[in-house]
């Protein structure tokens, strides 16, 4: 039977267009289909744009050390319009650069939702069929918010990109990393920022003293993170929102935005119409291969909800055109992740937290916490955190995690020699490079605790 084409993509985010490019340039005949802006999720309305807003909230803080190092700089105001105009002005060229890719890898694209119809038919908005012998879904998650009362009131970080002026005030429901970004950003902005979270700390499944360092200096740079708190009830005041907790308290906001979870976008594909087997949450139910309960449809990235980050998608995408049309049968690697989360302080982790490692085997934990030089001399209270989790039996380094300024440069470097096995004495075999934060991560001799 000959097809349309031997791969159609269904999503243009990061996994759909780097698995269209690379199996294109195999000469494979490949075509993307896109409803949305090329780019997804991490370009339009994630990481870049929030990395974008973080650096942007980081300047006021800024301005006033300078000041302690002798610069006669005086703060101004933030321009939200200015920056925002900024922002979606790069936004919009890395879009172009996505779709200039697809183009010039020879992928044909086709701007509309797309469904599936059967094992090998894609069905477009505008009623056009194609066929393709094998069909890449990688439409990626979007953000949930709960059924309580006056929720239409509230927003989601999809919109926060585009408010129409910054809010004097924000409430900010949820723990997971996007609402404490978030919370970071917004303060650092000069929001009076307020983030309520249901569970004891925010940040769960992550290391508990580090996480546990992030809440504190937070709250120390003005956030307002209340613990075991939840949004039960909206309420439209004027301009405003009013909002009723978990504890009766009744507070008005000029923003209220959740971050309480996501969920794959496998609305009306047709996907169980055809075969393929969704999970509890609705993410695409897969092998280790990407492969779904129907032999000639794949998918990757959010959808699938293995591991949610950016460059798993890319990786999972690229395993997937070596498995498919390379006939080199690749698993993603999804052991040893590093991960940056933007919060601020900024945290980096990689491997097992001293809680998980300590339930498989008996551990040591080398932890110091300082003020940094540059931080000190500057007068701000703020530290850092530095921890390594050791096997006691092998001496591998099981868990490094990192909280401070450039904690994510930093976590990138050292998940290389996790990822490799490195032990703690081949850490303490580095040269420490002298002045620096990381160095501590080489010079710790004696462990803070064992068990």
Not at 92 to 107: A, F, P, Q
Not at 340 to 363: C, K, N, Y
Not at 422 to 449: G, I, N, W, Y
Request: net charge negative.
């Amino acid at each position: 039977m000959s097809f349309d084409y031997d791969l159609f993509v269904i999503g243009g985010g990061s996994g759909g267009v780097r698995a269209a490019r690379v199996a294109a340039a195999e000469g494979v005949k490949v075509a993307l289909a896109e409803e949305d802006r090329y780019g997804g999720t991490c370009v339009i309305r994630g990481c870049v744009p929030k990395k974008l807003m973080v650096f942007a909230s980081e300047y006021g803080g800024m301005v006033e050390d300078a000041q302690a190092y002798g610069w006669d700089i005086q703060p101004g105001a933030f321009d939200w319009k200015a920056f925002q105009g900024k922002m979606h002005a790069e936004l919009d060229r890395l879009e172009g650069i996505y779709r200039s890719l697809l183009k010039n890898s020879g992928v044909e694209t086709f701007d509309h939702r797309a469904s599936v119809k059967d094992a090998h038919t894609v069905l477009l908005a505008d009623g056009t069929e194609k066929t393709a012998k094998h069909i890449l879904i990688a439409v990626g998650g979007r953000p949930t918010k709960p059924e309580i009362e006056g929720i239409e009131l509230a927003i989601t970080s999809n919109d926060i990109f585009h408010l129409e002026t910054l809010p004097e005030s924000i409430l900010i429901v949820g723990g997971g990393y996007i609402a404490s970004e978030f919370a970071g950003i917004m303060n650092g902005m000069g929001v009076k920022t307020t983030q309520f979270y249901r569970g004891a700390q925010i940040l769960r499944g992550f290391d508990d003293e580090s996480r546990t360092h992030v809440a504190n200096e937070m709250i120390a740079n003005g956030v307002d993170l209340r613990l075991n708190t939840n949004a039960v009830k909206l309420e439209k005041d004027g301009d405003k929102v009013r909002v009723t907790d978990t504890d009766g308290k009744v507070q008005t906001f000029d923003q209220v935005m959740f971050a309480t979870g996501r969920a794959p976008n496998t609305d009306s594909l047709g996907l169980e119409d055809v075969g393929v087997e969704l999970g509890r949450k609705g993410e695409i139910v897969v092998t280790d291969y990407s492969q779904t309960a129907v032999p000639s449809i794949y998918a990757v990235g959010d959808v699938t909800d293995r591991a949610n980050l950016t460059p798993v998608a890319i990786r999972e995408g690229m395993a997937f055109v070596e498995t498919v049309f390379k006939g080199n049968p690749t698993k993603p690697d999804h052991e040893l992740i590093p991960t940056a989360i933007f919060t601020q302080p900024e945290m980096g982790t990689v491997g097992l937290s001293e809680e998980d490692a300590r339930e498989q085997e008996a551990i040591e934990v080398y932890a110091t916490s300082f003020k940094p030089m540059q931080q000190s001399f500057a007068g701000r209270s703020e530290k850092v955190l530095m921890k390594l989790i050791v096997s006691q039996a092998t001496r591998k380094v099981l868990g490094c995690h990192i909280v401070a300024p450039g904690a994510g440069e930093m976590i990138q470097l050292a998940g290389i020699a996790v990822k490799m096995g490195a032990t703690k004495e081949d850490f303490d075999r580095t040269v420490a490079v002298h002045p620096t934060m990381s160095e501590e991560l080489v010079t710790m001799k004696s462990p803070t605790r064992t068990g």
